[in-house]
């Protein structure tokens, strides 16, 4: 019986210690782009992200961007070419997401539901709105109220 309670200990403790070894938090997004100048004009415009310097010696076919949490999106200028499922995107919160709706709207940016309807927003089952829209390169962000 001891042997049993001090295995259950053992494993709690474990289980407890090794869920929060490294407390991860997110530092970049990079994104291979087709032209970085009109890409750069996206994430500055539409998405309305600060430009920030990148690291000398970064040749001019790299530009950085940052969101209010310090994350960054690091686009890279690239001949590859990559076909992006909306399964595969990342994913920005704002409490202004009625307001950023109505900046897609007037600056004519295609957006939809998780089901592909434009102009369409998706109701999560815990109450979270979206919408997804795809940068020039066809990257899928996926754009909710999930704000805490």
């Known amino acids: 019986?001891?042997?049993?309670?001090?295995?259950?200990?053992?494993?709690?403790?474990?289980?407890?210690t090794f869920s929060q070894v490294f407390e991860f938090s997110n530092n970049h997004?990079?994104?291979?782009?087709?032209?970085?100048?009109?890409?750069?004009?996206?994430?500055?415009?539409?998405?309305?992200?600060?430009?920030?310097?990148?690291?000398?010696?970064?040749?001019?076919?790299?530009?950085w961007f940052v969101l209010s949490d310090k994350t960054q999106i690091h686009l890279t200028e690239s001949d590859e070419k990559i076909k992006i499922p909306k399964g595969l995107n990342f994913s920005l919160s704002t409490n202004q997401l009625v307001e950023f709706i109505n900046l897609l709207?007037?600056?004519?940016?295609?957006?939809?539901?998780?089901?592909?309807?434009?102009?369409?927003?998706?109701?999560?089952?815990?109450?979270?709105?979206?919408?997804y829209l795809q940068d020039p390169d066809g990257y899928w962000i996926e754009i909710n109220n999930d704000v805490e």
């Open 1 to 16: 019986m001891k042997n049993i309670f001090s295995l259950i200990v053992f494993v709690l403790l474990s289980v407890n």
């Open 29 to 63: 997004f990079a994104l291979l782009v087709k032209d970085i100048d009109k890409s750069a004009k996206f994430y500055s415009e539409i998405l309305q992200l600060e430009e920030i310097k990148t690291p000398k010696g970064m040749p001019d076919t790299v530009r």
């Open 105 to 131: 709207i007037t600056k004519k940016v295609s957006f939809e539901d998780r089901f592909g309807e434009e102009t369409k927003t998706t109701n999560r089952s815990d109450g979270v709105k979206l919408i």
